[in-house]
């Protein structure tokens, strides 16, 4: 099933609560919502209290996105606030099963990412237990940069590796995502397409997001 996560990170903070609806209502799946903490990676945004505050604005599924180390701290905080996923960094904690066990705990998805240099072979062991894996096609940090092309078979290889297992987990990708990466990323087996300077760069933001199912 194809989803598209539109990125917040590219919204105007200053009308947060229309640049949300202007996307619900342009035919978006899921809020993506990208938490950085200036340590995992060269950027801050915002954390659990702005998603609180938002979740009263959509009732659109809650994608939280933690660019942060020790994403363990955070998660009953998020949860609290409203998530109903969580993705964390294979890099960002020292005990990935005990995290993800710990989302689950909680009563939401959980989904693990990995940045463009890290292995598959680093979320191999943890498949059978998430709902999602996010691939990185840039270096997280920052909305608005170039696509990573040697990605491509890096999602087909994923997408490869869940079917032998039996597994359908979600794949995600995230940076760098248009009209034409969409359909690249779409034919290796990605089926959850995040999208940020995209989708809020667009004059018409319901055909942009048309264009990325098309
Ligand atoms: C990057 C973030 C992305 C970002 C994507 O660190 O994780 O979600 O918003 O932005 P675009 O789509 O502009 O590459
Ligand atoms: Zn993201």
Redesign the pocket.
Known sequence: MLKIAP?I??ADFAYLADEIKKIERAGADWV?I?V?DGLF?P?LTFGAPVVKKIRKVTPLFFDC?L?VESPEKYIADFKAAGADQIVVHAEATKHLHRCVQQIKGEGMRAGVALNPATPLSAVEEMLPYVDMVLL?T????????S?IESMVPKIKRLRRMLEDAGLDADIQV????NDKTAKLVREAGANVL??????YGAEDVQAAIASLKA
């Open positions: 990125s990170l590219s993506h990208d950085m990676v950027n996105h660019m990185m840039v270096n997280p940090g920052f909305g608005g940069q696509f995230d940076g760098g995502i995040v999208a940020g300077s995209y989708v």
